[in-house]
């Protein structure tokens, strides 16, 4: 192990992904892309993202750590620094951000041989693009509260019921979907599956528009809809146990099978947008206030890439929910307060909004301050995570 903390073989495979993302990084689209993965909604951007992560999954940046048998790579610990690289370079996003951060780290943990084998390939380059069906109109916070509903016909399940908030619905082949299998009890009537989607009797989706204006997420509704038995995730019941390992991974705890890229970086972006803004007869990089508002952005994003180093260093972990949950929370945080000080900067011309030809970086800044409520709300909402961390981490008494 090296100064820098990785192994030789981890500062090989780091130095192999800077040069390939050097000499590979994409000229811009010749379509506007989404600001993530789950805001894609044409054909058009959803194939030359597609294309995009082919790419990197034969660069070995995807799928990095899993198993050469399941259609990974093999490596150890190389994940993160292929997302980081990733990022680093500005890359786009990877669109099948459900199948790689969420359903690939499930299936390695809960599923079978056959499963893995199945599903993992298809994940990893891209072609099968997943969507998660948790949330329903009665079960977002209160999770376990499923009425999405299994019932056992010989080696089949029949569900029926209503999904919510599904990104990436209307592109998916699979969905990782958990339904209630008793009424009985509440947790242990859960039992979790792996449903085909596109093109599936009885499933039907249907786009929901956001305050952007634009879809993503849809709502998807179950009609007698067959999944055979081989398609659960572990055992009948045992549904909530698996949901935790999703969320863990979602929550960012752990490194899924990719993920990396999505752009500039906030900061750097936000200086070029007050460089190229005027108030008051003066340039923005040059009013004290804008520039001090900079700065404090600047020591905010500084203050979390310090902040997840602590990873590496097993003494600053006490809880292992503490950081994830944390960084979950505070860069949503953080993005909302960037999007706004983009909007704030580019004044009036924050009123034009996407196609028109004046608005600044193509109305970036407006459609990043609407979208970054979804973040505070997505994976669990805020609210949600500040009791989680109270009383699971920080040890306080329960909220009534
Ligand atoms: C952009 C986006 C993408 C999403 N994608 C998916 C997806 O692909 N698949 C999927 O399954 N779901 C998805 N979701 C749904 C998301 O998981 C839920 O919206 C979230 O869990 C909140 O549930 P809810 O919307 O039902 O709100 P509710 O649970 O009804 O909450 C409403 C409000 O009450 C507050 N609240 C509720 N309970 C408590 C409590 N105990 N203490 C304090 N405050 C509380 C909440 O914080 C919130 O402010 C997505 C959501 C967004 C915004």
């Given at each position: 192990?090296?100064?820098?903390?990785?192994?030789?073989?981890?500062?090989?495979?780091?130095e192999h992904?800077?040069?390939w993302?050097?000499?590979n990084?994409?000229?811009?689209?010749?379509m506007?892309?989404?600001l993530?993965?789950i805001?894609?909604?044409h054909?058009?951007?959803r194939?030359?993202?597609?294309?995009?992560?082919?790419r990197c999954y034969?660069a070995?940046l995807?799928?990095t750590?899993?198993?050469?048998?399941?259609g990974?790579?093999?490596?150890e610990?190389?994940q993160?620094?292929a997302?980081?690289?990733?990022?680093?370079a500005g890359t786009?996003f990877?669109?099948n951000i459900?199948?790689?951060t969420m359903?690939?780290p499930?299936i390695?943990?809960?599923?079978?041989e056959?499963?893995?084998?199945?599903l993992i390939?298809?994940?990893?380059?891209?072609?099968?693009?997943?969507?998660?069906?948790?949330?329903?109109?009665?079960?977002?916070?209160?999770?376990a509260?499923?009425?999405?509903?299994?019932?056992r016909?010989?080696?089949?399940w029949?569900v029926?019921?209503?999904?919510?908030?599904t990104?990436?619905?209307h592109?998916a082949?699979?969905?990782?979907?958990?339904?209630?299998?008793?009424k009985?009890?509440?947790y242990?009537g859960?039992?979790?599956?792996?449903?085909?989607?596109e093109?599936?009797?009885g499933?039907?989706v249907r786009?929901?528009?956001?305050?952007?204006?634009?879809?993503?997420?849809n709502?998807?509704?179950?009609?007698?809809v067959?999944?055979?038995d081989?398609m659960?995730?572990?055992?009948?019941?045992k549904?909530?146990?698996?949901a935790?390992?999703?969320l863990?991974y979602?929550?960012?705890?752990?490194?899924g099978?990719?993920?990396?890229?999505?752009?500039?970086?906030?900061?750097?972006?936000l200086?070029?947008l007050?460089?190229q803004?005027?108030?008051?007869?003066?340039?923005?990089?040059?009013?004290?206030?804008?520039?001090?508002a900079?700065?404090q952005?600047?020591?905010?994003?500084?203050g979390l890439?310090?902040?997840?180093?602590?990873?590496?260093?097993?003494?600053?972990?006490d809880?292992?929910?503490?950081?994830?949950?944390q960084?979950k929370l505070?860069s949503?945080?953080?993005?909302?307060?960037?999007?706004?000080?983009?909007v704030?900067?580019?004044?009036?011309h924050?009123?034009?909004?996407?196609k028109?030809?004046?608005a600044?970086?193509?109305?970036?800044?407006?459609?990043?301050y609407?979208n970054?409520y979804?973040?505070?709300?997505?994976?669990?909402t805020n609210?949600?995570?500040r009791?989680?961390?109270g009383?699971?981490?920080?040890?306080?008494p329960?909220s009534?």
């Amino acid at each position: 192990m090296g100064k820098t903390g990785l192994t030789s073989e981890q500062s090989a495979f780091q130095e192999h992904a800077r040069r390939w993302l050097g000499e590979n990084k994409p000229p811009a689209p010749p379509m506007r892309l989404p600001l993530m993965a789950i805001e894609v909604m044409h054909e058009a951007q959803r194939d030359y993202l597609q294309a995009w992560q082919r790419r990197c999954y034969e660069a070995e940046l995807v799928g990095t750590d899993v198993p050469r048998e399941y259609g990974g790579w093999g490596r150890e610990g190389c994940q993160r620094i292929a997302n980081q690289e990733m990022s680093r370079a500005g890359t786009p996003f990877m669109i099948n951000i459900v199948g790689l951060t969420m359903a690939v780290p499930t299936i390695l943990v809960h599923g079978t041989e056959s499963q893995k084998k199945l599903l993992i390939p298809g994940a990893l380059t891209g072609e099968e693009i997943w969507c998660q069906g948790f949330s329903e109109p009665g079960a977002g916070s209160d999770m376990a509260n499923q009425q999405t509903s299994a019932v056992r016909q010989g080696d089949d399940w029949l569900v029926n019921g209503h999904k919510v908030w599904t990104s990436l619905g209307h592109f998916a082949k699979w969905m990782i979907l958990i339904t209630r299998t008793s009424k009985e009890h509440k947790y242990d009537g859960l039992t979790y599956f792996v449903c085909p989607i596109e093109g599936h009797p009885g499933v039907s989706v249907r786009p929901l528009i956001k305050i952007t204006g634009e879809t993503g997420f849809n709502e998807v509704l179950f009609e007698d809809v067959v999944i055979p038995d081989s398609m659960r995730l572990d055992d009948v019941g045992k549904g909530w146990t698996v949901a935790m390992t999703t969320l863990t991974y979602e929550r960012g705890a752990a490194e899924g099978a990719g993920g990396g890229g999505g752009g500039a970086d906030p900061v750097q972006r936000l200086v070029a947008l007050a460089r190229q803004s005027w108030r008051d007869g003066v340039r923005a990089s040059d009013d004290p206030v804008t520039r001090d508002a900079l700065v404090q952005q600047a020591i905010v994003y500084e203050g979390l890439r310090m902040n997840m180093r602590r990873a590496k260093v097993p003494a600053l972990n006490d809880h292992p929910m503490r950081l994830p949950l944390q960084s979950k929370l505070t860069s949503s945080e953080a993005s909302q307060n960037a999007a706004r000080l983009g909007v704030e900067v580019a004044g009036l011309h924050s009123t034009l909004y996407k196609k028109d030809p004046k608005a600044p970086e193509a109305g970036h800044w407006p459609l990043a301050y609407l979208n970054s409520y979804g973040g505070t709300i997505a994976a669990g909402t805020n609210e949600i995570q500040r009791n989680i961390l109270g009383e699971r981490v920080l040890g306080l008494p329960k909220s009534k």
